[in-house]
C-alpha cells in the first residue's frame, strides 16, 4: 500500500492507493491550529485513524509539493538534500511549500524508516522553452528565481496519462488543457509535452480565479504595495479578488444562483479571459487539435464550458449540448473541427503513479 499525502497549512488529505493504483481509503484533518488539531502531525495521526490504516501496511509515502523550483523537475525519492532544496523554494511558494515540508516532516515522525517520495507541481512544466519562461528583467533580477514556472502540473500529467490510456480518446499533437477550478490554469501540450501554460511565477498569474486576480499590471500591484502595504495588496490580490471581488463570490455554484448583474459580469469575466489566454495557448503550439477540460468547473460547469467553447468557435469547436448537459466525456458534435473532452482530475492518482515507478526502479 502507498500513502498520499497532500498537505496544506490547515488541513491534510490522505489517500491510499494498492499495487494495482486502485485507491482503497481516503481521509482528511481540518482546522489545523485553529479548533482542530493543534499540529500536521497530530492531523496525520488523526486522518489515518478515520482509516484505521496502520503504518505498518504502508510501503511508502508520496508527498504533493507545490514548487519544485528550477532543479526539482521530477519526482525522487526525498532525502535530506530533497528536503533542503524543498525548503529553499520557500520565497517562491511561502503558502504552500512549509505546508508540504511539515507534511513530510510528521510522516518521518510517525515512521522514521518509511521510505517517502515528492512529486511537484511545477515539473511539468520544466519542458517549457526559455522564450516562454523567461521574463524581460536583467539577470541579477532573473537571478533571484524570478521566472515563470506554472503550476497545476500534476493535474496536466495526470490528464496526458489518462488521455494516452483511454482509446476513447485519440491521441492530439496539439492538446489545449483547460484546469479550471477555484484556482484555475491553462496549459498547451504539444505531443505530450507542456509548452506554455498561464500561471507564472506563481500561482497568481493568468485567469481570473475564485480569489485571486490573475494577470494584473505590475504597476498596479506596486500601487496596491504603496496603498496597503505588501501585506494587504498580497491579502487582495490573493484571497479577495478574481470571482469574489467582481461578483461577491469565490463558488460558481453561487455567482449562478445569485444572477445579479455583478455576479453575471463576474462570469462573463471568468469566460472572457479564458478565451482570450486560449488564444496564446493556442499560439505557443500553432493550432489545436483537441480541447480538455478537468477541474471541478471543468468537469461539471456545462454553462461555462458552452460559452468557452463558443469562444473558441474560430477553431472550429462545436459543443453537442445534449453531451454538455450529461457531462459526459465526449462534448465534441460531429461537425467539430477539434474533440472536446472532460478529464475528471487524477492528481493523487498521479502522485501514486509517480512514486511507484520510482520504487520498482529501487527494486531493480
Known amino acids: 500500500m502507498l500513502l498520499v499525502v497532500n498537505a496544506g497549512s490547515s488541513s491534510i488529505k490522505l489517500a491510499v492507493f494498492d499495487e494495482t493504483l486502485r485507491?482503497?481509503?481516503q481521509a482528511r484533518a481540518e482546522r489545523i491550529g485553529s479548533g482542530g488539531p493543534h499540529s500536521h502531525l497530530e492531523a496525520?495521526?488523526?486522518a489515518l485513524d478515520q482509516m484505521d490504516m496502520p503504518l505498518s501496511s504502508l510501503r511508502g509515502a508520496a508527498h504533493r509539493v507545490v514548487h519544485g523550483g528550477s532543479y526539482l523537475t521530477s519526482a525522487c525519492h526525498i532525502t535530506d538534500a530533497t528536503v533542503s532544496a524543498i525548503r529553499a523554494c520557500v520565497p517562491l511558494a511561502p503558502?504552500?511549500?512549509p505546508a508540504n515540508l511539515m507534511g513530510i516532516e510528521a510522516i518521518a515522525s510517525l515512521c522514521p524508516d518509511l521510505p517517502q517520495y515528492a512529486s511537484f507541481d511545477t515539473a511539468f512544466h520544466a519542458t517549457n522553452p526559455a522564450v516562454a519562461t523567461t521574463y524581460a528583467l536583467p539577470k541579477s533580477a532573473r537571478d533571484m528565481g524570478l521566472r515563470r514556472y506554472g503550476f497545476h502540473g500534476l493535474s496536466y500529467a495526470a490528464l496526458v496519462r489518462k488521455v494516452q490510456e483511454n482509446g476513447s480518446y485519440p491521441q492530439p499533437n496539439r492538446l489545449l488543457a483547460l484546469h479550471l477550478g477555484n484556482g484555475a490554469s491553462l496549459c498547451a501540450i504539444h505531443e505530450g509535452r507542456s509548452v506554455?501554460?498561464?500561471m507564472g511565477y506563481s500561482p497568481l498569474d493568468g485567469l481570473t480565479m475564485g480569489t485571486r486576480a490573475g494577470?494584473?499590471?505590475?504597476?498596479a500591484v506596486l500601487k496596491l504595495a504603496e496603498e496597503l502595504g505588501i501585506?494587504?495588496?498580497?491579502?487582495?490580490?490573493n484571497q479577495g479578488s478574481g470571482l469574489l471581488g467582481l461578483g461577491g463570490a469565490a463558488d460558481m455554484r453561487s455567482l449562478?444562483?445569485?444572477?445579479t448583474p455583478e455576479a453575471t459580469f463576474a462570469l462573463d469575466h471568468f469566460c472572457y479571459w479564458v478565451v482570450r489566454h486560449a488564444g496564446s495557448m493556442i499560439a505557443a503550439m500553432g493550432g489545436a487539435d483537441a480541447l480538455a477540460f478537468t477541474g471541478g468547473i471543468g468537469e461539471n460547469d456545462m454553462v461555462l464550458r458552452a460559452k468557452i467553447v463558443a469562444g473558441l468557435g474560430f477553431l472550429g469547436a462545436r459543443i453537442d449540448p445534449h453531451a454538455?448537459?450529461?457531462?459526459?466525456?465526449?462534448?465534441q458534435d460531429t461537425h467539430s473541427n477539434v474533440a472536446i473532452w472532460t478529464v475528471p482530475a487524477e492528481e493523487e492518482r498521479q502522485i501514486a503513479t509517480e512514486a511507484m515507478q520510482i520504487m520498482a526502479g529501487e527494486r531493480g
Open 215 to 219: 494577470n494584473i499590471d505590475g504597476n
Open 44 to 46: 496525520l495521526q488523526q
Open 256 to 259: 449562478h444562483a445569485a444572477a
Open 196 to 198: 506554455a501554460t498561464t
Open 324 to 331: 454538455n448537459a450529461q457531462n459526459r466525456s465526449i462534448l
Open 95 to 97: 503558502l504552500h511549500n
Open 231 to 237: 501585506d494587504g495588496a498580497a491579502r487582495l490580490l
Open 23 to 25: 485507491q482503497v481509503a
